[in-house]
Nanobody, 116 residues
């Protein structure tokens, strides 16, 4: 079955960086675009980044554009989110997502806390 496992979250000071990973299994990873979402306490889940199947195309939310970079390694079936110049408002649980056969699949999420 489809599995998505995020890792790499943690506590970081404002201005710092983190690299999130999402290891996938149970589907043909290389033919699907992947997405990163985040959900802050009391807020709705929001789309952060999209990366195409081959990894050559990306799109970002305005709030992270220029600071976050999505990438993927299809051989390792892993998608990444490099987060730079982190701000307190980036604090959230980050999820990777794949949509296939009319169904959304989510990982368990990884907590990112930006605080001094």
């Amino acid at each position: 079955q489809v599995q998505l496992v995020e890792s790499g979250g943690g506590l970081v000071q404002p201005g710092g960086s983190l690299r999130l990973s999402c290891a996938a299994s149970g589907f043909t990873f290389s033919i699907y675009r992947l997405k990163w979402y985040r959900q802050a306490p009391g807020k709705e889940r929001e789309l952060v980044a999209i990366i195409t199947s081959a990894g050559v195309g990306t799109n970002y939310a305005d709030s992270v554009k220029g600071r976050f970079v999505a990438s993927r390694d299809n051989a390792k079936q892993t998608v990444y989110l490099e987060m730079n110049s982190l701000k307190p408002e980036d604090t959230a649980v980050y999820y990777c997502n794949v949509y296939r056969y009319d169904q959304n699949y989510w990982g368990q999420g990884t907590q990112v806390t930006v605080s001094s």
